[in-house]
């Protein structure tokens, strides 16, 4: 009888943890650590909970498979791997190339990849006074992935820029990113690295961010995404930016999957930020198009080996279903909507069912139930894929429709934009 594989698998704020599931349900044996205690109740009664991963070292085995879906874990990693563990996330490279945006700058320079126009400021006072004398339309930026503090200014004069830094200064916050902001379409590139080389085909996805449709409202972490992947090295898009990335991947000995979000303009292509992790809700998405399972994929990757993906020649996309309070944390330890009950209707097929990906969700085995977990209201994701975007739009705004969960919300314009314009101008302009 063959051995079952075991997945520990290391999570910061479950920007993956809906992988861990799918990987129980492959057959193999999980234990998931959660770092975020507002969201340490996910998952329950779905996967096998641990709080201190270190003592599960022994448990997993220099057989077994670490899986970490976070930032911030980079040089342990690289640890693990120099011990002879199978390690699939990221390495420390990979984590300063997405959390120091200056040194991400510089290594997109050296890779003699086009950047925008950035300045970084450790001091919020001198960020100010360099937009009271550079007036203009910044983006404000972190040197992290909390994006929903990060701010895009609409006024020439700069001054709503200016506002919402002394109100980042009151907030205590010291270190900030300013980027030049050029008019565009933002689209992502994104492959997977096994530390020597590409794995499986490229990714392109286009973000939306914005709380409400038609981009209004506050930054989210995400509201949903379409995507597609393509055999084209030849792309332009991939070509000018990710491609470069190569030689630098190989010296951060980097395996994981690698994102560039950019900016497609008159003027060209300008890379604005790296995600070197698994993105979220990109990789459930990932879930959606890939039809080779996930832990032969992953564990190819942690050994640095080739790896023939098999995948859905379709373009996808998918929803985020929230309730409150996100986009914001609560302050309440109590989350007044934690318990209870999310219903599914009983016509469910088994497609529906695997087009569900779940996050601040726990199962209870008595009742048979699913209920709201965690309190910051990012509570599940509907992914879907058809051979055009409106057959895969169909589908899942129809099996949002069986769901009800105490007052969710949702966009209903996910990809209406790339269907109307963005698809002609990028096809026009043979980026795609």
Request: proline share 2%; aromatic share 12%.
């Amino acid at each position: 009888m063959k051995k079952r594989l075991r997945v520990l698998f290391i999570s910061g704020e479950l920007i993956a943890g809906d992988l861990a599931y799918r990987l129980k349900k492959e057959g193999c044996d999980v234990r998931l650590y959660i770092k975020d205690s507002s969201r340490s109740d996910c998952f329950d009664g779905m996967v096998e909970k641990t709080d201190n991963w270190e003592k599960e070292l022994d448990w997993v085995g220099r057989d077994g498979l670490i899986v970490f879906d976070d930032v911030g874990y980079g040089k342990i990693q690289d640890n693990l791997r120099e011990k002879g563990y199978n390690v699939v996330g990221g390495s420390e490279g990979g984590d300063k190339l997405e959390l120091d945006r200056d040194y991400g700058h510089k290594i997109f320079s050296t890779c003699e990849v086009s950047i925008v126009p950035t300045k970084n400021f450790s001091n919020i006072e001198d960020a100010i006074d360099f937009v009271k004398k550079n007036k203009g339309k910044w983006v404000i930026k972190q040197n992290d992935h909390q994006s929903f503090l990060n701010y895009v200014g609409h006024l020439k004069n700069g001054n709503d820029v200016i506002s919402v830094l002394k109100n980042y200064k009151k907030r205590g916050i010291k270190s900030v990113n300013l980027q030049e902001k050029i008019d565009g379409i933002e689209i992502g590139v994104a492959r997977y690295f096994n530390g020597n080389d590409w794995v499986g085909p490229i990714e392109f996805n286009i973000e939306h961010k914005d709380l409400y449709n038609d981009n209004i409202g506050p930054k989210t972490g995400e509201m949903g995404t379409i995507m597609w992947y393509s055999e084209n090295e030849n792309n332009k898009i991939y070509e000018k930016t990710l491609k470069k990335l190569k030689p630098f991947l190989i010296q951060a000995n980097f395996k994981g999957d690698i994102d560039i979000n950019c900016i497609v303009s008159e003027k060209g292509i300008y890379p604005i930020e790296a995600t070197s992790r698994f993105g979220c809700p990109a990789i459930q998405l990932q879930m959606e198009l890939h039809n080779s399972t996930w832990k032969e994929f992953l564990m190819a990757l942690a050994k640095g080996e080739k790896y023939d993906l098999k995948y859905k020649k379709e373009i996808g996309i998918i929803v985020s279903i929230c309730i409150p309070p996100f986009p914001y944390k609560s302050i309440k330890k109590n989350f007044y909507l934690k318990g209870m009950d999310i219903y599914f209707e009983e016509t469910l097929t088994e497609e529906d069912k695997n087009m569900i990906h779940f996050e601040e969700v726990s199962f209870n085995k008595k009742d048979n139930s699913y209920c709201i977990a965690g309190s910051n209201g990012f509570i599940l994701y509907i992914a879907g894929s058809g051979r055009t975007l409106k057959e895969a739009r169909n589908k899942v705004y129809s099996l949002i429709k069986k769901i009800s969960i105490p007052q969710m919300f949702y966009r209903t314009d996910i990809g209406l934009s790339f269907i109307n314009k963005d698809e002609k101008k990028l096809k026009k302009e043979s980026w795609i």
